[in-house]
T-cell receptor, first 113, second 114 residues
Framework: GENVEQHPSTLSVQEGDSAVIKCTYS??????FPWYKQELGKGPQLIID?????GEKKDQRIAVTLNKTAKHFSLHITETQPEDSAVYFC????????????FGKGTKLSVKP | NAGVTQTPKFQVLKTGQSMTLQCAQD?????MYWYRQDPGMGLRLIYY???????DKGEVPNGYNVSRLNKREFSLRLESAAPSQTSVYFC?????????????FGPGTRLTVT
């Protein structure tokens, strides 16, 4: 089955710097790759996603890139702010009627003022 | 819309006790999911229901049962709780058949089994 590896497990940056989180997946049939943000005491919330027919997607300060050949995708956050501090999860899915997500183990991002 | 709601928020059980975690969504979503989240382990799928009337096992189903009561509600039951089931449980839902794969998560239930 699908396996998703996520690195790093913790990341600390200064406010205003960029942050990059990387994930690799094992199943070449996966075609949907979301990123979720989880704030303390809350459920995960989708922040951006990308499908396998697209190499890059951007939404304001966040962007995701996908390399299908290498089977890895990355989350980029620019001009980080203290409110970006949270745990971020990547996931992979083969889509379809089930749409089950396989999650990475998460990255705890800390943005220092 | 309330989105996905879960009850209770917190629960402490003794080994061997049973309980049911409740989940409801008001977004008219077809598919619903139960995950557990353990430190350093990410979210792991316990059971899911692709549509009303169907349920299937996920990655870690042992020790759990589910019921898709109707389109809105999906419950998770622990028949005989074990300390290994201490975790945070999240319910999620999504609309299916539209090409939209976003899952919406509830706020979670923090369960401790002593």
């Amino acid at each position: 089955g699908e396996n998703v590896e996520q690195h790093p497990s913790t990341l600390s940056v200064q406010e205003g710097d960029s942050a990059v989180i990387k994930c690799t997946y094992s199943d070449s049939a996966s075609n949907y790759f979301p990123w979720y943000k989880q704030e303390l005491g809350k459920g995960p919330q989708l922040i951006i996603d990308i499908r396998s027919n697209v190499g890059e997607k951007k939404d304001q300060r966040i962007a995701v890139t996908l390399n299908k050949t290498a089977k890895h995708f990355s989350l980029h956050i620019t001009e980080t702010q203290p409110e970006d501090s949270a745990v971020y999860f990547c996931a992979a899915s083969m889509g379809g009627s089930q749409g089950n997500l396989i999650f990475g183990k998460g990255t705890k991002l800390s943005v220092k003022p | 819309n309330a989105g996905v709601t879960q009850t209770p928020k917190f629960q402490v059980l003794k080994t061997g006790q049973s309980m049911t975690l409740q989940c409801a969504q008001d977004m008219n979503h077809n598919s619903m999911y139960w995950y557990r989240q353990d430190p350093g382990m990410g979210l792991r799928l316990i059971y899911y229901s692709a549509s009303e009337g169907t349920t299937d096992k996920g990655e870690v189903p042992n020790g759990y049962n589910v019921s898709r009561l109707n389109k809105r509600e999906f419950s998770l039951r622990l028949e005989s709780a074990a300390p290994s089931q201490t975790s945070v449980y999240f319910c999620a839902s999504r609309i299916s058949g539209t090409g939209n794969y976003e899952q919406y998560f509830g706020p979670g239930t923090r369960l401790t089994v002593t």
